[in-house]
């Protein structure tokens, strides 16, 4: 291994740092590595025995700069990722992430970097802050897939942003059965019967199947089996950042995992029975002359319903709390998973856990509430 002394304007000393060594590849090929501009000959150091002990665990070891912006363009190139999702992404990325860690090397990214960048977000909404975390995690896992890098430290990071959402005061994504009552009563009035009551079904599909919103706007009555009392999610509605008369399906779901058939529930059972009756059109969420119900525009509505009525609502909601429901019906984690058509059971698990977690605070709570002991006596 070789340390360089070298001339440089650019750093305060006059000079920078570069280390050389050789090694064998996987296939026993002799090969050189070498990088330059290190402040000191420690840092230099640091770096190397790094380097080596990538090496030392089958990593392969790339000299080459890999900045965000390419591997950003790579990452949404990978099968699995919807329309809705390139664009949701893309306009993500464009705002927040891009401008600030674009050109950066990948692996000059640790957790310190990574840290201060969410810092920094700290006035911006958290739904888009999430979003970039979960951008930059998907980077990270493509550039560790890649052998660009050996970890990516994501998941330690600690978020900041402003929460411009008018939850409940918990702040969770619940919403509680008499609040949806309420919900459904005023969605299902109005002058226009066919788009009150396809408002209606959007509502209740998400809150019985729990489905996602490009799921239930793209579901076909042919995916209606109202004999065997089951519903068969196989595409989504591709609708994020066209308009209304540029919708359109793919044969597609979020995840392979998200591809399955699900048991009806009796109350979602009888409210398609009679709407199958009264709508003609091939989709089961559509308006009075049969194009697609704008995901849009209906989420727009609802979410002013809801306020008129004194909570918030986003279509999410529905999702998070057939979860939810599940599990305090009891349901085992496993088929909460099933049912959720979650692409990893870690995230119906984590779901589970927060749940459990409060319902046995609440146990404890009532089962000792008037139970104060006196400390006096």
């Excluded at 000393?13 to 050189?32: A, I, M, N």
């Excluded at 995690?137 to 890098?149: E, F, M, Q, R, T």
């Excluded at 918990?170 to 005023?186: A, C, H, I, M, V």
Aim: proline share 5%; net charge positive.
């Amino acid at each position: 291994m070789r340390f360089d002394k070298r001339e440089s304007k650019k750093s305060k000393s006059g000079y920078t740092w570069r280390v050389t060594f050789e090694y064998k590849d996987s296939y026993g090929r002799k090969k050189k590595y070498s990088k330059s501009g290190f402040a000191t000959k420690k840092a230099a150091q640091v770096h190397a025995l790094a380097v080596q002990s990538d090496l030392a665990k089958g990593l392969v070891v790339d000299n080459t700069v890999h900045t965000v912006d390419e591997l950003f363009h790579q990452m949404v190139q990978l099968p699995g990722y919807s329309p809705n999702t390139i664009r949701t992404y893309s306009d993500n990325y464009k705002v927040h992430i891009g401008p600030f860690l674009g050109d950066a090397d990948i692996k000059d990214l640790h957790y310190p970097e990574l840290q201060l960048f969410f810092a920094s977000k700290s006035s911006v909404g958290k739904s888009a802050v999430k979003t970039s975390k979960s951008i930059l995690k998907n980077i990270g896992i493509l550039a560790v897939k890649a052998g660009y890098i050996s970890d990516w430290p994501i998941d330690l990071v600690s978020l900041s942003g402003v929460d411009n959402s008018r939850h409940h005061e918990s702040g969770d994504e619940y919403l509680p059965e008499t609040d949806f009552r309420k919900l459904l009563d005023r969605v299902s009035t109005g002058w226009n019967t066919f788009s009150c009551g396809a408002r209606a079904m959007f509502l209740l599909l998400g809150y019985y199947l729990g489905l996602r919103i490009s799921e239930a706007s793209a579901l076909k009555w042919e995916d209606v089996d109202l004999v065997r009392k089951t519903v068969t999610v196989r595409r989504q509605l591709v609708y994020v950042g066209i308009n209304a008369p540029e919708y359109y399906t793919i044969d597609m779901t979020k995840t392979q995992k998200s591809r399955a058939t699900l048991p009806i529930p009796a109350p979602l059972l009888d409210a398609l029975e009679q709407w199958r009756e009264y709508n003609p059109y091939p989709y089961v969420l559509c308006l009075e002359d049969g194009r697609f119900l704008d995901p849009k525009q209906t989420r727009r509505t609802i979410k002013d319903y809801a306020a008129d009525l004194g909570f918030s609502f986003h279509p999410h909601m529905l999702r998070h709390t057939f979860i939810t429901n599940l599990v305090l019906a009891g349901t085992d984690p496993k088929t909460i998973a099933e049912l959720a058509r979650h692409k990893s059971p870690v995230t119906s698990l984590q779901i589970y856990t927060e749940i459990t977690d409060v319902r046995m605070a609440e146990a404890v709570a009532r089962t000792f509430e008037d139970e104060t002991p006196d400390l006096k006596a």
